[in-house]
Each structure stands twice: as C-alpha cells, then as structure tokens.
C-alpha cells in the first residue's frame, strides 16, 4: 500500500473526504517528525511508539574494495509496534 492508497483508506474508513484526509495525515506525519527532531517519543497506547535511537559510530566494511571504512555515529527514528497491533495481526 503506497501513501495515495493509504489516504483513500483513511478517507472511507473516517466517512471523510480525500482532501481532509490527506490534510489529517500530513498533519500526522508533521507531528510525528518534528517531536523526534526534538528528541521527544510518541506512545500511541495500543498502536505503538515512535522514538529516535541513536546508533554510535562504528567501522565497516566496503563490499566491493573490502576496505575498512568509518561510518558516523547518527540518529534513526524507529517505531516499536504495540500489544493491541501485535495481537491483532496474529
């Protein structure tokens, strides 16, 4: 399911139009990135939550010249399903 798709779900789903649909996920989508810019979590209870790890810097290993190669430390936004998610996908 791409992004256009998912809207047109949300919108039947929400008895709502796509364009305020597309509104209230973009609106989502904003929220949620500029809480993890600001280092800040999101627990949806039931859903899942939403946080940045941060990943330390380490050595790897270029595949093609197998050269030893310094990879930055940096940060990834990451989301940890919840029980109701997990339970109703089984």
Known sequence: MNKTQLIE???DEANASKSDAQKFFEAFQ??????????????????GKFYVQERDARQGINPQTKQR??????KVPKFTA?????DHIK
């Open 82 to 86: 919840g029980n109701a998610l997990k």
């Open 30 to 47: 904003e929220v949620v990135q500029s809480e993890l810019k600001a280092g800040n979590q999101i627990q949806i209870t039931g859903f």
């Open 69 to 74: 190669i310094n990879i930055p430390a940096s």
């Open 9 to 11: 779900k949300i919108a």
